[in-house]
C-alpha cells in the first residue's frame, strides 16, 4: 500500500524539488546580474528530472531551438558542473557577467508557473487518495 502512495507522488515531488532548485540558481542569477565576472547558471530540467525518477536511460529527443545559444536546446554549452549548465552570453560585457535580464525574468516566471503546477498535482493526487482512503 505504502508504495504504491510513494510511486503516485514520488514523480511530482521529484520534479517540485528540482523546480525548487532551478527557481534558486535563477534567483541566483537575477541577485549577481551586476556582479563582475559572474556566469549565469541553469540546469537541464528534463535531463535532472530522468536522472531523479531513474529512468536516466529512455531516449533524449533533442530539440533545436533559434539560437544555439539557448540552454537546453540545440548546442548545449560545453561548461558543465553537477548537472549545471552555465548561459552563454547573448552580448559581449565588458565586466564578463553573463546574466541576461530579460532572459532570466521569463525563466524565473516560468518556472514558478511550473512549480504551481506541481504543487496542485500533488495536492490533487493527496485528496484523491484521501478520498479513497475515507471511502467518499
Known amino acids: 500500500?505504502?508504495?504504491r502512495l510513494d510511486n503516485s507522488l514520488g514523480f511530482q515531488s521529484q520534479a517540485l524539488l528540482l523546480r525548487a532548485e532551478r527557481q534558486r540558481l535563477i534567483a541566483s542569477n537575477i541577485a549577481n546580474a551586476d556582479t563582475p565576472g559572474y556566469q549565469a547558471r541553469d540546469i537541464d530540467f528534463a535531463t535532472a528530472l530522468r536522472q531523479a525518477t531513474g529512468s536516466a536511460t529512455a531516449p533524449v529527443v533533442m530539440v533545436t531551438g533559434t539560437s544555439d545559444r539557448?540552454?537546453?536546446?540545440?548546442?548545449l554549452p560545453a561548461?558543465?558542473?553537477?548537472?549545471?549548465?552555465?548561459?552563454?552570453?547573448s552580448q559581449t560585457n565588458l565586466d564578463g557577467?553573463?546574466?541576461?535580464?530579460?532572459?532570466?525574468?521569463?525563466s524565473f516566471a516560468d518556472n514558478a508557473v511550473k512549480y504551481e503546477a506541481s504543487l496542485r498535482f500533488i495536492n490533487g493526487s493527496v485528496r484523491t487518495m484521501l478520498d479513497a482512503i475515507k471511502g467518499q
Open 97 to 106: 557577467n553573463t546574466v541576461d535580464m530579460d532572459r532570466e525574468r521569463a
Open 70 to 75: 539557448h540552454l537546453g536546446l540545440g548546442q
Open 79 to 89: 561548461t558543465r558542473e553537477a548537472g549545471q549548465l552555465y548561459a552563454l552570453p
Open 1 to 3: 500500500m505504502l508504495n
